[in-house]
């Protein structure tokens, strides 16, 4: 589209329907990106079946509903995440010609058509059942971004036999999401099993010297099995999003 | 193999060579791992190109021998991290038959001879030229491990245009290792320029309160564009493996 | 005047008005800054047109608008910052002969009218829309104290393409102030940019290991570009005076 | 031994040896824990097998040697931790008559014979080699004790199938140490596979944001499984102590 | 249990009820821990009459009930810990045949029947009233799991005579639990009077540079007296596990 | 010079001698700074006169001599920092057509004339001895890009009056640059005597809980006097650049 | 007291009336600090004009009524800190024969007549009004305990000269309690101007990097003048406490 | 002196030997310390019997030497801390009229003769011997400033009964220095027996989660005996100059 526009002025130019000082002053007053970064133009393009995500926290509803009607009019999939019920409602009262859920434990939600299914396989593996929203967060996500997931839960390391009994579903996922709190030991354990990229969550979960999660962080950090990196704590939307990365690559 | 065992265990009972008293003895006395663990087992020697990493650290020249060696006798290739020129020296002299190299800059020895180059590329970015042992032992270890892989040096974002003159490269790769210490910012920028997974290494480099590559690494734990995953500060090896994992996923 | 009030005393004493005794002793009674610190004094009525700001949280609506009442008695312009909605309604009851604003994002009152605008050029650079409350408290800041203030944006470096676009402006600038949350980078890649002061402001925008602002604080105090300096998180306040002062050096 | 002291006092007194006014003089003339502290001196005796153990760091060897003398003159088993090779011969050097032993990896000297083993079993877990030399003092320590010391070396959770096929040995003990450096998270997995008192030692082994120990400490205190607690990183002595307290209690 | 399933597969085969394929269809189908897990399935029915411990934070009351409901099923007592008197209500109002009770200063709920009481005592010391809820948590745990619990309160070391009166009580504990915030001062004192396994509880009890604490934390774990282990900062259900389980061995 | 490139592919375009398919090849073609980045080519050629600085540490003598030689053949002026007398022996050396001085106390290498003293002045304020290696990192940076420097050495808040007596100087200054190390209460003091821009660096001089700088650090990003700006830990150099900066402006 | 116990078991047995056996009996009968702590207990009842001090949060109104009725029963005064008015007006119901007070600004309950003040002084001084209520509670602490007090408010780093025109006053003082936020700076200038002993309260008045009060506490631990000791973040209590026993000591 | 000064210019103006403007002149000409800071000159000769002292790390002998001569030549006693042994020979070669002596163990050379002890009492208690240099700093600093002091070394919480036994010397001090590394309870236990004021000084003392005397500083901080003030780590220096002051005050 953007070389389109550039490729517009040379034709005008071309065939006398611009001047030189004319094409010249309509060159530069083309968006920047236009020439310089058409690349980036293109990466966008090719992003628009999933734009940039809703962070919710911090922003009215209205500012909200204002967003998503914007990114929903050019684009397939608009996710928001850390979304409450009643922004829920207020998107979804503004948007009815569209398809719009919401999943009360991811807190996010979706408007419009993921993409069809890829074929590889993400999967999402929670240690404790209170690591369920930021686990379902990292699913929801690979999903609005086309990525086929598969979810196992309560595995963590405090039963250790839990994980190993599904070692095959392990071997099968071409991304691995590990969502953890507390010690954060699980992401060391799965990658210990398999081969495939391991992305780890730390979460928040736990109290006293848990400091909000910087344990299960530290030790996703210090994982002595190689093939593990780490997300931010609690941010199931970026590991969700890189797992959808990797399994597209 | 493991199977096998079992198998034989149960056809010998059919067949009256034990009787169920014995044979339940067979089955409590097979090693753990025989049955439940034919998985790992089998990881195991699908490991076997690339088998335990030999952290050189805390051992003595004779100790890092002996494991090279008998690694080496059952891998087509062996890596050891963090070595000086005198353990290569000393390992060299060990495995006379053997093709043994040593990188200086990685402070990695490698004996024998990776896989063949992968068709996906590994692309390793670094902000600064101090940064370069760390990015290196981050390439040697997924070119060890049958990466094809490319550099892009000190291009961090004191001068964000050096990396923006290299956006096609990196579209060309299917992952991308961000090599920064300092501030930690490159990995951000070049999240934002594709949609390839960017592994992220922190540094130690810097002073002040710099504490040994913390703000590198907490600015790339919330880098603000989705996409970037991290591992530990100055960990060049383990970002190079999760690389070639997800390389080769 | 407090020179005045000095030179008084001495015209008495010759005047023969006052004995050497009641001299001293006047000289004694004098407040110490009368004499000692005449310079500060100089300082402190320069500073008329700008006095003491007032920071609100902690103070009842009643006692910011007698501090507010007392400041504007003698000054031309008066801030109280971190002001909310219903302390603005109260001071703007209270103080009816003077003109009296309210900036709802920046959290600002302003009584009175700033002086004249400045020559030079103070630009407020703001890398997300979550960073705006912070961002304007230093653009009305530095306007109060009669900087001419340009703002960009939603600059931040997951788009870098963006800032890039603004090269111009950032060199016509005398004093840049540039406000960022999560990684903190984009004080790095603006200061690399053009040879204008930097002050940077961290943001406590982010989740997780953001640690309310400490990756971006302990990132822009590492910045790899030269001509950076830093001010508390959250000081958006601090970072308008500055620039201000620059601006006016 | 105190106790008759105060008797014979008392007796005296009976006796007529001695006045009340002289008895009250002594009664108060006694160091005070010969009353109030009987029970102190009691157990101060009991521990005679097992006196104050000397931390050699920051004393000189010629002072090691003064304070294991003393202490050998009452004791059967005197240990010396954190100690050299060249302290070691110092000890040996001077304490001719008695046997004085050093494990290097430990890093202890033992003078006399420890206590005859104790029934119960205490049993030392370490994740990794380099754990070694914190898992030795913690066994040595115990020994020195008189506890029935097994180990299980290198079964750390990279690959959780070799901790696993130990578990009839985990079972065995009346407390177990288990020492890992890194993510840590190997005491969890043992505490959640048996019902042993789990004593957890971090250890400073690691880089980057291991922070000497840092990551494993935080993980361990919040162990997803009950049953555990923690002595300092690297306090191999303090876990073998309490362990051997364990087993006798 | 889990063996006789593997008993009576070899058993058909044996008798001709199933030929080779089959039982080796069916060994594979067994759940994994039937097989390799055994021990630990015995384990956990050992673990049968202390069955999981209900968390209550952040779970519905309607959660609640239905966890406690399944746990009880089975299990002779079952516990709740950080409930508030609303959630005992609800359980009660729901489990009407067994006996409920609730602590509302330990905030923990029981159902069902402890064991019998064991014959060594768990002395829980602590050291201040703030302190008392931890402690609580600890006793009412400990006696859950069935252990004689003894409790000695406000004996800190502001008034170090206090925990020196109650020495005998020390000396005829099998394991002791100390509660203590601020300084965390009282477990080094405790276990420097008596040889018995000191399990340290630091509370976060304090203000200022108490910082939810952390220096009652880091003084038990850099205690001068050896034999103390710490658990996490208010964790009294751990320390009252860990005790009943020393107490038990 | 760029635009001209694109207007010379627009003339030729239009005068027949490209078709629009090479045009747009042209444009394409152009090295992306070509038309993107002109301003920041400008830029770097407005910095010529003082280029890169080089950072000793970490590189070894010949590294930084050829780096230094590179450097001066198109810059009037070079700064080494952090640099050995050895160092500076090399570096004299190999260049010896040109002035190469060392200053032993800043611990930097100047190469070339710094360009004519500006007419602003930047005054450097030291609070202690200590803190002298520091403050002359910024003396001599500031020199070497043109500023004229004055110093004010050991004038801590230990004796208020010392600074205090220069008041003067300081109003004379453009920017001020405030070195302290310990409590870092100078900038504070120094903020609140003159309305000028203040630049605080904070000092690693100090023992105990000074780690490295911390407190120097914090106390001066929370300055109570409003005005200052913080550079990193011991970053005399930037601290130095940025007053240049400031006081070229 | 005390001694008397003893004494007459002596004259007892010396008498007659008790054999050695009985006498061996009452004297370990005797509680252990009737003979041991007979100082502890001096100094317990020399402490009861001002005996514990209620700590007001975590309590219930009904819970700090009774045991303020209990010290109160004993004791000339009595106080209890951080108390809301609706705890006063509580206390004061329940107290009526006797003089209650409250300070809001301090929040301290005072009951009953303080001693008669002592001759020497103790200084308040006080950086910000921000700090004033931690500086009222260390002030009604020390009259509370008969100390005569003086305040100096408002008199922080900012202005310096505000602190130097109170030389005198503080060179009156025998103890001055020194409060502050933010940067925490004044206690070294004020330890500077005079030889008193300075008391550091660092409060948690700031925002930012402020961490609730850590700047100002790591500042005055690292004050450049001698003479400066700190106690915890907002403990005006116990800095008042320790003013008035240096001035009575 | 500096009034005489004022006074002077007073009289001549009254005596027609100035005139008002010249008299203005003179009164703005004068030092500003002249009239300000007489208050603080006085301080300064008054302090002449203990003038600044010397902190030796990062200076020269030959430095040493010539501040120490400077200082020896206006005062009475001079003190010098952290010196070398070498260090010591040098300033006593150079100072050969003056008696020199040093303390090895407090690592401080003492030049000339300390004024007459003072009638109070200072106490130095230590709780360990690795803790005698701290405390020797600030026995040798107090005794140098004209305390009188004691020493009770080795009465650490380990052993409780220890400190038990010297009440009475506590009650007979007019300050105490308590010095403590590891856990720092002991500061707790001495304030909770007597009602002297305490100096609680944390040291380095100790390994692992100490992070050099973290916790004993954060355990002092927090004292749940009020009577508490701390200094920094290792900081004997400044305990022993504030009990000298608390002591003459």
């Known amino acids: 589209m953007d070389r389109e526009k550039v490729r517009k002025v040379l034709r005008d130019l071309k065939a006398g329907r611009l001047n030189v000082g004319k094409a010249m002053e309509k060159m530069r ?9 058409a690349k980036i133009d293109t990466h966008r393009s090719l992003r628009k079946g999933f734009p940039e995500v809703v962070y919710c926290p911090g922003k009215t509803d209205d500012q909200i509903v204002r967003i998503v009607e914007k990114l929903a009019a050019t684009s397939n999939v608009v996710i928001a995440t850390r979304a409450t019920a009643k922004t829920y409602r207020a998107v979804r009262g503004a948007l009815d010609g569209k398809p719009v859920s919401y999943d009360p434990t991811a807190k996010m939600i979706t408007v ?7 074929q590889g396989l993400v999967l999402i593996v929670t240690a404790g059942t209170s690591d369920l929203p930021v686990a379902e967060e990292a699913a929801r996500t690979a999903e609005a971004m086309g990525a ?16 190993l009994e599904h070692r095959q579903k392990l071997e099968h996922a071409r991304a691995i999401v590990v969502v953890a709190g507390m010690e954060g030991a699980l992401p060391s354990v799965v990658s210990g099993l398999v081969d495939r990229p391991v992305i780890a969550v730390p979460t928040s979960v736990g109290y006293g010297a848990s400091f909000d999660g910087l344990p299960a962080l530290l030790a996703m950090l210090n994982a002595c099995s190689p093939g593990v990196a780490v997300v931010n704590i609690d941010n199931g939307f970026g590991a969700g999003y890189l797992a959808a990365r990797i399994n597209a690559a």
Chains 1, 2, 3, 4, 5, 6, 7, 8 share one sequence.
Do not use: W
Not at 30 to 37: A, H, K, R, T
Not at 113 to 118: C, D, F, I, T, V
């Open 29 to 37: 007053g083309l968006p920047f990106e236009d020439l310089g970064f």
């Open 112 to 118: 419009g058509m993921p993409p069809k299914k890829s």
């Open 148 to 163: 086929r997931v598969e979810r196992l839960t309560d595995v963590g390391v405090a039963g250790v036999h839990r994980i």
